[in-house]
């Protein structure tokens, strides 16, 4: 195996920044598939209803520290997107929907059923009380108090 390591084996990405040339070079990880339908479904807010997208639900999720997204989709019918941002308590979202698509939009106080074209909505928004998180204090972090067998 030469001067290699486990790692550097298995691993698509050598430290040096080339393509691992053995034969389990692949990017087509869970991992980081996992990572980018998160973003696209949950932050940016687009999933489909229906194969190929004819029907879409978008409903972006802002939260924590992320004040703004765009995403876009290019389904069968054309391109879909969703581009939104937090200003003065207020969610700003731009969607566009292809032809021959329908989508229903989720936001804050507000569902509806669109066809094709853009829209654009301005809902209130208030930021999740639940942020920023608290630490967590395990039982073996708290003061003890000191005592002494004989």
Not at 79 to 98: F, G, Q, T
Request: hydrophobic letters at 35%; a negative charge; aromatic letters at 10%.
């Amino acid at each position: 195996m030469g001067s290699t390591t486990m790692w550097e084996r298995w691993d698509s990405m050598l430290p040096d920044g080339t393509i691992n040339p053995g034969e389990m070079t692949s990017f087509n990880h869970y991992a980081l598939g996992s990572v980018a339908a998160f973003m696209h479904g949950v932050i940016g807010g687009l999933t489909p209803l229906s194969p190929g997208w004819k029907k879409i639900r978008i409903q972006p999720q802002p939260g924590g520290t992320v004040t703004s997204a765009n995403t876009r989709h290019v389904s069968p019918y054309g391109e879909i997107s969703c581009r939104w941002e937090i200003r003065e308590d207020k969610l700003h979202v731009a969607v566009a929907v292809p032809p021959n698509s329908t989508a229903q939009v989720v936001l804050p106080g507000l569902t509806e059923e669109i066809g094709s074209g853009t829209k654009e909505y301005v809902v209130d928004y208030e930021q999740d009380k639940r942020w920023p998180p608290q630490p967590f204090k395990h039982p073996f972090m708290m003061p003890q108090e000191d005592t002494f067998v004989a």
